[in-house]
Nanobody, 124 residues
Framework: QVQLVESGGGLVQPGGSLRLSCAAS????????MSWYRQAPESTQAPEST?????????????EYTEGVGGRFTISRANDNSAVDLRMNNLRTEDTGVYYC????????????WGQGTQVTVSS
């Protein structure tokens, strides 16, 4: 179906910025939505269902954000669904975690595909 590889994580001081990227390959034409999730450090061994949703961009270009990141984070995607980015500004310590890219599609059947995650650490 769709394979995802994230990049761009790292260590940044509070107030700093990072840009996460997720490259998509495979049946990218089947993607309907592209999203970013975060898993808090204390729950890295927990299942996917415990990950916190951060933002979504639809094929229409419409975007949605979880409360607390609007105005600081911006999600964007390539028109051909080959990539989705998350620009993060004014980072806070509570933004620390492993960030995962996830895509959803319905062809030939409904599916979610996840990347391997990229670590973001916000610390002074």
């Amino acid at each position: 179906q769709v394979q995802l590889v994230e990049s761009g994580g790292g260590l940044v001081q509070p107030g700093g910025s990072l840009r996460l990227s997720c490259a998509a390959s495979g049946s990218t034409w089947t993607i309907l939505t592209m999203s970013w999730y975060r898993q808090a450090p204390e729950s890295t061994q927990a299942p996917e269902s415990t990950r916190e949703w951060i933002a979504t961009v639809r094929n229409s270009g419409a975007t949605e954000y979880t409360e607390g990141v609007g105005g600081r984070f911006t999600i964007s995607r390539a028109n051909d669904n080959s990539a989705v980015d998350l620009r993060m500004n004014n980072l806070r310590t509570e933004d620390t975690g492993v960030y995962y890219c996830m895509v959803y599609g319905t062809h030939p059947v409904s599916y979610n595909s996840w990347g391997q995650g990229t670590q973001v650490t916000v610390s002074s």
